[in-house]
């Protein structure tokens, strides 16, 4: 079964900012302890633009599916209508993860060509 990773950046509106925080603060923990989230983060990036980015990891896509629909996340689309720009909102199905063992696997090899793919683990 594959886990999904949904991604939602907001670039605020003006005097918006914490206004939106609030409002993903406040789905936050009642996201948390729906079943099947494994972990929901806010995120702000620094700089020009200071994006709010909202992450949601869910143990299945039918799990993500049914919160998609409920009426908490009306409250994550209300956020998202106090974007200056149109919200980024990115869900990407997650088939396999690795830790540590991959990076101490990859460095540990001799250097490939750019642009070669590194073959698959067995």
Request: aromatic share 6%; proline share 8%; glycine share 6%.
């Amino acid at each position: 079964m594959s886990m999904m990773l949904a991604m939602v950046k907001i670039g605020p509106s003006p005097g918006k900012r914490q206004e939106i925080l609030d409002i993903l603060l406040s789905v936050k923990g009642p996201t948390l302890a729906a079943p099947g989230c494994r972990a929901c983060s806010i995120y702000e990036e620094h700089g020009e633009e200071q994006i709010i980015a909202y992450v949601e990891l869910w143990q299945s896509p039918a799990e993500m599916y049914r919160h998609i629909r409920s009426a908490l996340y009306s409250r994550i689309l209300e956020a998202m209508e106090l974007s200056t720009r149109t919200p980024e909102i990115n869900f990407h199905m997650i088939l396999r993860t690795e830790g540590m063992e991959l990076i101490e696997n990859l460095r540990s090899m001799p250097a490939t060509p750019l642009g070669q793919a590194y073959p698959p683990r067995s």
